[in-house]
């Protein structure tokens, strides 16, 4: 293969689709160099982890506005192709003029610009049905849970001591309004079930000096690779986690508390006026809440099955209310048995080797030898 630029932002596309992806792609000779976006999504630990991936050859430094324009100019000339995973397609597009090279792209449904791009690739088909042109290659996601030995399990037994995790979030705004909220919700967890285990499913992207705090709270603090097993149930954001606990046959429910959105970012023309001073927060709010009441289901499961797999706990709630909801959950085996089910169902109908197929098609299609 030839040199390969390929473009990413937020953490979960970095951690989910890069990883594996890049291991492919480097395996069968690919020379990469991987941009990071500006991105209001990031957590500020992308340039860190992209340089522990061990799978590319030069890394692009999120920048200034101007810096990127300049960088993408000048990484699409000496690229053969160009390979949009996240963020905005304005930049791969750039990119791929500067180059006159094809642009590729991943992505989980429909976005601006999908229509400019030479392949575009997604997981799953009932993603692919608002996209447009588009080639159903698999879940990359489920690529790097086999990366981390992770597999999905065959059935539980109903067991005493309860085991839960917990999803704090990839970006420090949001882990620094999660940490009190999900303290208060174990002491909850605790009274009632003495003897369960609280893990904090620590993100790659959070500075290792976060773990005490998570263990001062009362939670025990689990790296990325271990801290799944043996796990009853989860409680996590939306996002790429959903993907994650559906392939490995986690029930788990999404929190969104209204009282959160303050500290999550929002994209476009609405993030640059979220991002201002004192009217910022409350536009944030208000324009969440407002996506919110348009936006259907959040839990990727749920959204591909077009129908409530999972359940979603949005709204103003207090930790309390929330702990409630989850010891329902855990007090009902069954329940929680016929939801495993369900997800391992969806897993099941998503292809596997997705960067493995991705990869073909690029030697055969794009880039034949």
């Known amino acids: 293969m030839k040199q390969i630029l390929m473009l990413s932002n937020g953490p979960g596309e970095l951690w989910g689709w890069v990883r594996p992806l890049s291991r492919e792609l480097s395996s069968r000779g690919a020379s990469i160099t991987l941009a990071l976006l500006p991105c209001q999504f990031a957590s500020g630990e992308e340039l860190n982890v992209a340089e522990n991936l061990g799978t590319v050859d030069e ?5 200034t506005l101007a810096g990127t324009v300049r960088a993408m100019n000048g990484a699409g000339k000496k690229c053969s192709i ?3 995973l996240g963020g905005d397609l304005l930049w791969g597009r750039m990119a791929s003029r500067a ?3 094809p ?4 992505t989980y449904g429909r976005k601006s610009g999908t229509g400019r791009c030479d392949r575009v690739y997604t997981a799953f088909d009932a993603m692919a049905g608002n996209i447009g042109p588009v080639q159903v290659t698999g ?3 489920l690529d790097s849970l086999e990366m981390d030995g992770s597999l999905p399990r065959n059935g539980t037994e109903e067991k ?3 085991t839960i995790a917990f999803f704090p979030g990839s970006r420090p705004a949001i882990r620094k309004f999660t940490l009190p909220f999900l ?3 174990g002491a909850v967890l605790r009274r009632k079930y003495p003897s369960c285990e609280l893990r904090a499913v620590v993100s790659p992207f959070a500075p290792s000096s976060e773990d005490q705090a998570w263990r001062d709270a009362g939670f025990v603090p ?3 690779e271990s801290a799944l097993k043996g796990v009853d149930f989860a409680v996590t954001q939306p996002g790429t986690n959903t993907l994650e606990l559906m392939h490995l046959g986690i029930p788990f429910l999404v929190l969104v508390p209204f009282s959160s959105l303050r500290n999550v970012p929002v994209s476009g023309i609405a993030g640059l006026i979220a991002g201002m001073p004192l009217a910022g927060p409350m536009f944030r709010e208000w324009a969440l809440k407002r996506k919110g009441a348009r936006a259907g289901f959040l839990a990727w499961p749920n959204r591909i099955a077009g129908r409530a797999v999972v359940e979603e706990m949005v709204g103003d709630f207090s930790p309390v209310e929330a702990a409630e909801r989850v010891s329902f959950w855990i007090d009902d085996f069954g329940r929680r048995e016929s939801v495993r089910s369900s997800l391992a169902e969806l897993s099941a109908s998503a292809l596997r080797g997705a960067a493995k197929r991705i990869a073909d098609e690029m030697e055969k299609e794009i880039l034949p030898v």
């Open 99 to 101: 180059g006159r090279g």
């Open 59 to 63: 890394i692009i430094a999120p920048s």
């Open 139 to 141: 879940d990359l996601v």
């Open 82 to 84: 160009v390979f949009q």
């Open 222 to 224: 689990a790296c990325r």
């Open 160 to 162: 005493q001591a309860r």
């Open 103 to 106: 642009l590729l792209c991943y």
């Open 183 to 185: 303290r208060e919700m």
